[in-house]
């Protein structure tokens, strides 16, 4: 498999940070403030990435158009989540990379008029780079953030040429 983007130990730390809006508390009180959120700015589509937060936005009836999961909570391994899709697309993607097959399923997935869950494995973290990429204009791309509560990012052009100087700064991959 052949890795685009490799994380660099500088990056690991700046992306650490919030990369949007953090929204702290439990997962009712999180949930209960992305729906103000999503009432007031009606997003054009909405992007999960992590298993609990895409767990947590299905509880709370919102069925994000691309969910990107690794069936693992904090890196062990769960009970595979169900989420509602109509498209199901698996892709391997290892730990601190973006691999060169996860790129064009989340380009395709948000593409389509579907909901679709892409099943990672691997780990599911940094894809979220590539679903900021390539979001709509206006979407939410959601994640979790361990211990404090979601990270809401409302893609514009700016927060895309933010992600686009990531991925320049990150290693380019080789085989593996």
């Known amino acids: 498999m052949t890795t685009k983007y490799d994380l660099t130990p500088e990056l690991r730390i700046r992306l650490k940070q919030p990369l949007g809006t953090l929204i702290r508390g439990s997962f009712v009180e999180t949930m209960?403030?992305?729906?103000?959120?999503a009432d007031k700015e009606k997003p054009?589509?909405?992007i999960s990435v992590g298993d609990t937060v895409s767990k947590n936005l299905a509880k709370n009836h919102f069925f994000?158009?691309?969910s990107i999961i690794d069936n693992k909570c904090m890196r062990k391994s769960i009970s595979p989540t169900v989420l509602r899709a109509e498209r199901t697309v698996c892709v391997r993607n290892p730990q601190g990379t973006i691999a060169e097959?996860?790129?064009?399923a989340i380009q395709e997935a948000l593409r389509d008029k579907q909901h679709v869950k892409i099943i990672v494995d691997g780990e599911e973290d940094l894809?979220?780079?590539m679903a900021i990429l390539y979001a709509p204009e206006n979407s939410f791309v959601l994640?979790?953030?361990p211990h404090e509560g979601i990270v809401v990012v409302k893609v514009t052009l700016d927060k895309k040429a933010e992600i686009a100087g990531?991925?320049?700064a990150m290693e380019k991959g080789s085989k593996n």
Not at 101 to 104: C, G, R, S, V
Request: proline share 8%.
């Open 32 to 37: 209960r403030r992305f729906k103000v959120m």
């Open 44 to 46: 054009s589509s909405i």
């Open 64 to 66: 994000p158009q691309v």
């Open 101 to 104: 097959e996860a790129i064009p």
């Open 127 to 129: 894809l979220t780079l």
């Open 143 to 145: 994640y979790g953030q």
């Open 166 to 168: 990531i991925l320049r």
